[in-house]
């Protein structure tokens, strides 16, 4: 009796495993292209300084000379001659007055990820705060519940109370007197205040700018 059924063809294990081996390297190609596309760097030019006129933290779009001019009035100075209206997307970052020199705007990317222009910085402080900031302790515990009443036991004084004679810790005594303790000295800043700023000037104004900061860690 013959079958109906016909045979199925089957890989022999050596060719599966050549023909599994050409798939994974294809989607490998595959997927760096399309991270590739996904993720562009974007030309850009910037200028920076630390002492804008403006004294309040913000982030500035421009697309028009109007935007492009007041921009620059936010920093005291005159606009360059380098933007094209309808061509190009400018981005002030201003970071506010900090107390002393050192600091500043360091640009990290400007790259495009899928429909938009991402603007990556981070702010730089000088080497002893950063360093005091790695440093930095944990924050105490929370203090523990204390008894809302003093304990008494027969034949033992109370424990809330003190032996005649004696001063409880944080208190004087009639007739004496006691410094206050100092409060710990501050850092002084380094030099006068500064108000760093950076403007990056980017040529395409097709797409829309987002401006994220990198926290120093």
Wanted: net charge positive.
């Amino acid at each position: 009796m013959r079958s109906r059924f016909k045979p199925i063809f089957r890989f022999p294990p050596r060719s599966s495993a050549v023909l599994l081996g050409v798939l994974a390297g294809v989607s490998l190609i595959v997927g760096f292209a399309v991270g590739a596309v996904a993720q562009q760097a974007v030309e850009f030019r910037h200028w920076h300084g630390t002492a804008a006129v403006t004294r309040q933290p913000e982030q500035v779009l421009a697309g028009s000379m109007a935007e492009w001019r007041s921009l620059w009035s936010r920093v005291g100075a005159q606009p360059p001659d380098h933007f094209e209206p309808g061509r190009m997307s400018a981005v002030g970052i201003f970071l506010g007055q900090r107390a002393g020199t050192g600091y500043f705007v360091n640009l990290i990317s400007t790259t495009r990820r899928r429909d938009r222009i991402i603007v990556v910085f981070e702010e730089r402080a000088p080497e002893a705060v950063m360093m005091a900031q790695r440093a930095a302790p944990p924050p105490p515990p929370p203090p523990r519940p204390v008894a809302s009443g003093p304990a008494f036991s027969s034949g033992a004084p109370a424990a809330s109370f003190l032996p005649p004679g004696t001063v409880a810790p944080g208190t004087m005594a009639p007739g004496s007197s006691m410094a206050l303790s100092a409060a710990p000295p501050t850092s002084r800043p380094m030099g006068p205040p500064t108000s760093p700023w950076a403007i990056v000037l980017i040529p395409r104004a097709d797409l829309p700018v987002t401006v994220e900061q990198r926290l120093f860690r």
